[in-house]
């Protein structure tokens, strides 16, 4: 950041504001304090009839990869409207929100992953703008070297592992 967002200055300085402990950006001319917290991912693994479906992703980063349907937030919408947003733009296909399967930090990249589940709405999908293709996988199918983010990978291995049991919950991971 170059310029104060409350009052544009330039006099920008890190520094430990008063009662607090963490390096901050404050501003030396109206004294705002700039937080810089993580991003928020929202994404959901769609299934059906015992099957996942995965998009192979059509941007950067990790083009040509597969991926859990998920991307950021928007200001002013319900994670779970975001997940199913995203199941939208990727695979064009709808579903029913189950519930929240994973949370999955990338603390050097400073984002947090809230990963659902729901079920495919009529089975019906089809491939968004940002997918080069999407397909149902067993969990024998999966590509998991082709596999996009770590974040897939954590709510990949641990729905498996949770359908098994019979037995979903909530997992927490980080890298």
């Given at each position: 950041m170059k310029f104060?967002?409350?009052?544009?200055?330039?006099?920008l300085k890190?520094?430990?504001?008063?009662?607090d402990n963490?390096l901050?950006q404050v501003?030396?001319?109206?004294?705002?304090?700039?937080y810089?917290?993580p991003?928020?991912?929202t994404g959901?693994?769609?299934i059906?009839?015992?099957?996942?479906?995965?998009c192979?992703?059509?941007i950067?980063p990790?083009?040509?990869?597969?991926n859990?349907?998920?991307?950021?937030?928007e200001i002013g919408?319900?994670?779970?409207?975001?997940a199913?947003?995203?199941?939208w733009e990727?695979?064009e296909a709808?579903?029913?929100?189950?519930?929240?399967q994973?949370?999955?930090?990338?603390?050097n990249?400073?984002?947090v992953?809230?990963q659902?589940v729901?079920?495919?709405v009529?089975?019906?999908?089809g491939?968004?703008?940002?997918?080069?293709e999407?397909?149902?996988?067993s969990?024998e199918e999966?590509?998991w070297?082709?596999?996009?983010f770590?974040?897939s990978?954590?709510?990949l291995?641990h729905?498996?592992?949770?359908k098994?049991?019979g037995?979903f919950k909530?997992?927490?991971?980080?890298i």
């Amino acid at each position: 950041m170059k310029f104060c967002s409350n009052c544009g200055s330039s006099d920008l300085k890190f520094e430990v504001p008063a009662g607090d402990n963490h390096l901050r950006q404050v501003c030396g001319n109206c004294a705002e304090i700039h937080y810089h917290n993580p991003k928020i991912i929202t994404g959901c693994l769609p299934i059906w009839e015992g099957q996942v479906l995965l998009c192979r992703r059509a941007i950067e980063p990790r083009a040509g990869y597969w991926n859990v349907p998920a991307g950021f937030l928007e200001i002013g919408e319900a994670v779970e409207d975001g997940a199913m947003r995203e199941v939208w733009e990727e695979a064009e296909a709808k579903v029913h929100i189950l519930g929240l399967q994973s949370v999955f930090t990338f603390t050097n990249f400073y984002h947090v992953y809230l990963q659902f589940v729901g079920e495919l709405v009529g089975g019906k999908f089809g491939v968004g703008e940002e997918s080069l293709e999407s397909r149902l996988f067993s969990e024998e199918e999966i590509p998991w070297e082709e596999i996009a983010f770590e974040s897939s990978r954590f709510a990949l291995r641990h729905y498996f592992e949770d359908k098994k049991k019979g037995n979903f919950k909530l997992h927490i991971g980080s890298i």
